[in-house]
Each structure stands twice: as structure tokens, then as C-alpha cells.
């Protein structure tokens, strides 16, 4: 009996074009790299401002053409908010840091990327190539406040693992890969 109900009650959401918490999916987009592609869910329930901001960017077309601009190896890669010539891209106001939502900075996981303040972050981000221990949430203090992770790497680890391992240099910061990394898109797949 409760099967049927729940079949209903998602058939209804399904056919109205509502979201129904039982029924709703995560978004998905695809970033389309000049090294290659990645799937990535966003983790909407646990991070809805992240993820929001992050959509808000992609619907606006902001992360083409910008760059992965500082890849570590043995800890993450770092993008958009740079174009391939350096220049920072204007943004939007900075977001309230969800650092707490409970999910990890591990392997494979997308982090807003902010600067010593709490709630800077506004359109970079950064993947981990490793379990980050350290960058979760350990208390409310500005040191020990963490990166709020909002979503995972699906498909496509091995380009991540790839842009890990371009040789870098220092081009007005360190870091910066000597060939630059193209995100030519993100698109929402759904």
C-alpha cells in the first residue's frame, strides 16, 4: 500500500513540475575542460547557498573561458575566476560559508574557495585530489571554520587527476599551470 501511495505522490510531482523531496534529484553539470570532461552532483540539500551561487554562475555562462589557476599536486586544483591571461573576472557578492553542512573535503569533492574571511567565497572553487582533513569545519573560528564542500566529482576523476599533474610555475602567483587549463564550459545537465 505505501509503495503505491509513494508512486502516486511522485507520479503527481513527476506530471505537476513540482519537486517533491522523495522525487528530487540533485543537479548535475557537466564542465567541459580543454583536458577533458567532468561530471560533478551538486549537493543542494546540504549546501542549497552553494549551490545556488554556483548554478547562478553557470546559468550566466560566467565560467567559460576561465582557468584552472592554481593546481596543487597531492592536494587540489583551483578555478573559476581567472581567464587564461590572468585577469581576475568580476563577481557577485560574497556567500555565507557553509563549511558545517556535515560533508568532507575529501577526494573528489567541489569546495568553494574564499580567502582568510569566513564568508568570502564567490565564484571559485577547487576539487580535492586528496582527503583534505584539515580544510573541514573544526570550530567557529576564522582558523578553524573550513571549506564548504558542495558537491562531488561523478565522472571524470582522471581529468582532474590529470590537470593535478601539469607542471606549474609562478606567474604573478605560484602555482599557476605553465599550459593553462581551460574550463570551456559548465552546463546543467539536470
Known sequence: ??????????????????????????????????????????????????????LDYTKSGFYSNTIFHRVISGFMVQGGGFTADLKQKPTDAPIKNEAGNGLKNQRGTLAMARTGIVDSATAQFFINTVNNDFLNQRDKSPQGYGYAVFGKVVEGME????????????????????????????????
Open 1 to 54: 500500500m505505501f509503495k503505491k501511495l509513494l508512486s502516486t505522490v511522485l507520479m503527481v510531482c513527476f506530471t505537476a513540475g513540482i519537486a517533491c523531496a522523495e522525487g528530487k534529484k540533485n543537479p548535475v553539470v557537466m564542465m567541459e575542460t580543454s583536458l577533458g570532461n567532468v561530471k560533478i552532483e551538486l549537493f543542494e540539500k546540504e549546501a542549497p547557498i552553494s549551490v545556488k551561487n554556483f
Open 159 to 190: 581529468v582532474i587527476d590529470k590537470i593535478a599533474a601539469v607542471k606549474t610555475v609562478t606567474r604573478g602567483f605560484p602555482d599557476v599551470p605553465e599550459t593553462p587549463v581551460i574550463i570551456k564550459s559548465v552546463k546543467i545537465m539536470k
